[in-house]
């Protein structure tokens, strides 16, 4: 199967076309490995018609770019899956390589988690990646961005895809959650002390408070633990306000420890059971609340 057209870059995984070798081995071998290699030839798809829900080998093992990936099912090992997708319609001219990859680090785990919305449930060891235009394929008419989940260490075995299998009260809670975390995580600021940028800072604490009203959507769910949770939280966001109201870098730490650790993902753990969710800390997150 011949490939022809523009590479797109994957950020961290590679694809290339593939080619078979074979060499001096037994009959049985070659015969093996020659439908090995058909099959996998047979499986090629261009990574411009790439699916959300689409389970795939990359043909490569390097950064860089990709003409076509293994298209493979869901059920047998595979390193990545598509999960979300999105185009850049509104840029008119090529952002760049950098400008293309800062849209996407901001938009793919919104995509991600309409298709996988429990991040707690990822096998660990899987990061967000994404394909990309490049500055021939732009030219071309290429617009689109694939999200994707690769495994950086050995294989996947499943889909990823749970958006469909989630009760309604499962969904209510991670949609609330989840745009807590989001919203702390995409407005933190890049100077490592509130001194130095106080008001990126409190900015910062104002986006977290203003999602109160999505955790006030989990009094509609049933059960003891999330109504402690939501109690725990709405106090947190009390906290957040007050740090985004800061007059100073004193008065935003006095208010800030308390709205951190109120949302400390620890403490979510038994609503997670009382809804039948994940319960396992993702190690990044408990890293950041150990301290």
């Known amino acids: 199967m011949a490939v022809v057209g523009s590479s797109r870059p994957l950020r961290g995984i590679a694809a290339v076309v593939a080619l078979l070798a074979i060499g001096a081995v037994g009959c049985s071998e ?17 990574v411009y018609s790439l699916d959300v829900g689409d389970c795939y080998n990359p043909n490569g093992k390097a950064e860089g770019t990709a003409i076509a990936v293994e298209v ?10 598509v999960v979300g997708e999105f185009t850049l319609d509104e840029a008119k001219k090529y952002p760049g390589e950098d400008g293309v990859s800062a849209v996407a680090d901001e938009r793919c785990p919104v995509e991600a988690q309409k298709y996988a919305p429990d991040t707690w449930a990822l096998p660990k060891g899987v990061s967000l990646f994404h394909y990309t235009p490049t500055a021939e394929s732009w030219a071309t008419g ?15 075995s499943a889909s990823l895809g749970t958006a469909e299998s989630l009760e309604p009260a499962q969904m209510t809670y991670l949609e609330g959650s989840n745009a807590v975390y989001e919203a702390r995580w995409a407005t933190q600021p890049l100077a490592d002390t509130v001194e130095d940028d106080l008001a ?38 009390g906290n957040w306000k007050k740090a985004a109201n800061a007059a100073d870098s004193d008065a935003f730490y006095l208010a800030y420890d308390a709205a951190f650790t109120g949302i ?20 990044d997150d408990a890293e950041v609340w150990a301290g």
């Open 200 to 237: 990126g800072y409190k900015a910062q604490a104002k986006a977290v408070a203003a999602l109160e009203t999505r955790v006030g959507n989990m009094a509609a769910i049933d059960g003891t633990e999330v109504g402690k949770l939501r109690a725990t939280l709405t106090k947190a966001a």
């Open 142 to 156: 290429d617009r689109a961005v694939s999200c994707t989940y690769t495994a950086e260490t050995g294989t996947l």
């Open 264 to 283: 400390d993902p620890n403490a979510s753990v038994a609503a997670r059971k009382e809804l039948g969710l994940a319960t396992t800390v993702p190690a």
């Open 30 to 46: 070659v015969a093996e490995s020659a439908k090995d290699g058909a099959k996998k030839v047979a499986r090629q798809r261009s």
């Open 72 to 81: 493979v099912p869901c059920d047998e090992p595979h390193e990545g899956q």
